[in-house]
């Protein structure tokens, strides 16, 4: 028994260094420190910061900083900047890249304006001492990064502008760090300057060029291994940080390369993107704000006071430079308020870059302990104040941004709902993650997956079996955050049983997979595309996805005249609109001159970061010869063609044969066949149809229009070559070839 208190007192002799009960104090602190502060209007980041000051080494002392805490910090950081790599809206990035060039100049430059005279003059520091220091003001960590992200504003413009301003300001400083401390060793010289030449131009090399090629080679061979993806993100995020340390900057600039570089192929609404935020935001970014926190010794600033007076200085020369930059910032550009506040926010804490210099800057004795020490009260304070104006900042901008768009919501918007039917075999991935991407983000209701089964004696047995096979889409759709209903209904005909469910559910749109190609006696007694459009006059696409959807370049519409009187005409600009933005590729419209002063009415009121670019047409009828317009199209676009039911204003009798030109002039290219909402004039809104197959002739109508076509070839070709075999016969005659008197009498 004493052996066994005696081994229980040595587990939790502190420092701890039992690494089951390290990590399980850890887990606490991240479970409860947010929700312990929360109640208290102090924001999750600064209590996990908090929490980190007081298990802290210099404090209870239950952690000490081990190698252990060191890796998960060095994590959570890169974490942080690839997150911030990740969401940024490149194309809006570089649109205002020149606004990002602007606010990291003013916040690189202000802050060691103002911090170097009082460094030098004020504090009496030598010059290397006070460049140095006054360097440090200039860098700033995104600590308070994601609060912006989970309160929805990290696709703003100020924020991004900041983010880029971040890394630029960084680079500088990390290469002002190098300078000095290579010119205190006396090193600097023309190799100096050749090796970070060179080193970095391989790095830029790789990242953007290499590490884009792998990945999109990797996701595309092994697209069913989910957990693969994963791994390989994790892994390409920390090669490219090693490659960063090669090149002779900070790791963090490779993180966030490396972000840039995935940027394209990981759309924020893919099950890919909702695992590296939850994985980073749960266990490895707390980590690393646990671990700033634990730098803090609170004990020696408290000891003399010209710690104290330092550590004030410090802090107030930080905030201020910051602040000016900011509002500078705001002022040259036109921003709102709460916009300056999220610059000053995101820009105003010190943690990694800070105390990376600054232990750099104290082993090279070029600073004292006195301004270590207040650099560390520096970190806490900053890091406070950032979150607290970033959480501030989040708030106001969700107001300005849902007031803004208030009116601009459209009656179905809010509570649309998609129906995914299951005509044949098992629910496409690639489907069910278009449906995540183009829904409406503020409606609360989940996708609905429907499977019709025929009402046969065997009808229980298979509505169960369709139930466990469908079961698998509900985890698949839990990876992207979203909610998926089953519906598995009985009926005698598949069409009906979708229309009824249609009316059931309300369904806005309807989306469902190409049907596969059908056999001669199928299409003779239904054609399945024709039915299922033709049994509702909702807004319906039919999707036929040849890879993965993040790894597509260019959306294609091609919209036919006369599309913009239809009802759902500004429903599937919306989700073609939406769908580029998730996607950050470009959106190329094929319309006439009405059509496209519609389609840029219609995107007015879309916050749309990916360009729209339209190519207008002299004649709609070249679309028919397809041969000939497949030279328009790219092996990784998405070709969205807007078709019209047959009652339908701007409906053309060859809209009945595109999808079969599509599948047989470009099967390898994705394509999607839209049937924009009508406005109802048919039986079908009346309740009739319910029962009884969409089509009162049992016929499909284009199996009969394509049996006539056929049959017409078919007559002209047998009298062409009737004709060719007379007019051979006749020439040879006259020839001489042949002898009417020796040819035998009939």
């Known amino acids: 028994m004493e052996s066994y208190y005696q081994q229980l007192l040595k587990e939790f002799h502190l420092p701890l260094t039992n690494p089951v009960l390290v990590f399980s104090l850890v887990l606490f602190i991240i479970l409860l420190a947010p929700i312990v502060f929360k109640r208290f209007n102090i924001p999750g980041t600064v209590g996990l910061i908090l929490s980190g000051v007081f298990i802290g080494p210099h404090s209870l002392n239950l952690l000490e900083k081990s190698s252990a805490v060191e890796l998960f910090s060095t994590i959570g950081l890169l974490y942080i900047l690839f997150i911030a790599g990740l969401e940024l809206d490149v194309n809006d990035f570089r649109k205002n890249r020149y606004k990002s060039v602007l606010f990291g100049a003013l916040t690189f430059a202000i802050p060691i304006a103002i911090g170097y005279p009082v460094c030098r003059y004020i504090l009496n520091y030598p010059l290397s001492t006070s460049l140095l220091t006054a360097s440090m003001f200039a860098t700033h960590t995104l600590v308070a990064y994601p609060i912006a992200s989970r309160m929805g504003v990290a696709k703003n413009q100020a924020v991004a502008i900041t983010v880029g301003g971040t890394i630029l300001t960084d680079t500088a400083v990390l290469i002002i760090l190098a300078l000095i401390i290579n010119y205190s060793q006396g090193s600097i010289d023309q190799n100096f300057w050749l090796h970070l030449a060179i080193s970095f131009s391989f790095f830029t090399l790789i990242v953007f060029l290499v590490l884009p090629a792998i990945a999109r080679w990797f996701f595309t061979r092994l697209e069913n291994e989910k957990h693969a993806h994963y791994i390989f993100v994790l892994a390409a995020v920390f090669f490219s940080a090693f490659l960063a340390k090669l090149a002779g900057i900070e790791p963090i600039v490779g993180a966030f390369a490396a972000g840039l570089a995935l940027n394209p192929l990981i759309p924020n609404a893919s099950a890919l993107m909702n695992r590296i935020e939850f994985i980073g935001n749960s266990l490895f970014i707390p ?380 099967p390898d290219i994705s394509k999607i066949m839209i049937y924009p909402a009508q406005f109802n004039s048919s039986s079908i809104e009346e309740g009739y149809g319910d029962v009884i197959a969409p089509k009162s002739f049992p016929f499909g109508s284009a199996v009969i229009r394509k049996i006539g076509e056929d049959a017409s070839e078919f007559i002209k070709k047998n009298q062409l070559q009737i004709r060719k075999k007379l007019r051979k016969k006749r020439q040879r005659r006259q020839d001489g070839l042949e002898n009417p008197e020796k040819s035998p009498k009939l």
């Open 287 to 666: 980590f690393f704000l646990i671990s700033v926190g634990m730098l803090v010794d609170l004990r020696v600033i408290m000891s003399t006071p010209v710690s104290l007076i330092i550590a004030a200085v410090l802090t107030v020369v930080a905030l201020t430079g910051k602040w000016v930059a900011a509002l500078l910032t705001r002022k040259a550009l036109g921003y709102s308020k709460a916009q300056g506040q999220m610059i000053f926010g995101l820009s105003s804490s010190h943690a990694a870059a800070t105390i990376a210099i600054i232990l750099v800057g104290y082993q090279a004795r070029i600073i004292d302990l006195n301004i270590l020490n207040g650099t560390i009260i520096l970190i806490l304070v900053t890091c406070i104040v950032a979150s607290l104006m970033t959480e501030a900042a989040s708030k106001k901008l969700v107001l300005e941004e849902n007031g803004e768009h208030t009116d601009e919501i459209k009656p179905g918007e809010t509570d649309e709902q998609i129906l995914l039917p299951i005509a044949e075999g098992k629910p496409s991935e690639r489907v069910l993650e278009l449906a995540v991407m183009i829904r409406e983000k503020r409606s609360p209701n989940p996708l609905t997956l429907l499977s019709v089964v025929p009402n046969d004696q065997e009808a229980e047995l298979n509505v169960k079996k369709a139930r466990k096979e469908l079961a698998a889409a509900v985890n698949f759709a839990a990876s992207f955050d979203t909610r998926l209903n089953i519906v598995a209904t009985i009926d005698y005909n598949i069409c009906s049983g979708i229309g009824r469910t249609v009316k059931e559910s309300q369904s806005d749109l309807i989306i469902f997979d190409w049907p596969s190609r059908q056999g001669f006696i199928d299409r003779m007694i239904n054609d399945a595309t024709e039915s299922i459009v033709g049994c509702t006059c909702k807004t319906t696409m039919i999707c036929h996805l040849t890879r993965p959807l993040a790894l597509h370049r260019r959306v294609v519409a091609i919209c036919p005249p006369l599309s913009e009187k239809e009802k759902g005409f500004a429903q599937w600009v919306r989700k073609m609109s939406r769908l580029s933005q998730e996607l950050g590729i470009p959106l190329l419209i094929h319309c006439d001159r009405k059509s496209r002063l519609a389609i840029t009415e219609a995107l007015k009121t879309k916050l749309s970061g990916s360009p729209v670019l339209y190519q207008t047409f002299k004649n709609f009828r070249e679309w028919e010869d397809m041969p000939k317009q497949k030279l328009q199209f790219r092996a990784d676009d998405l070709i969205a063609f807007v078709s019209a039911r047959r009652e339908s204003v701007s409906y053309r009798p060859f809209f009945d044969h595109v999808p079969e030109r599509l599948e047989k002039h470009v």
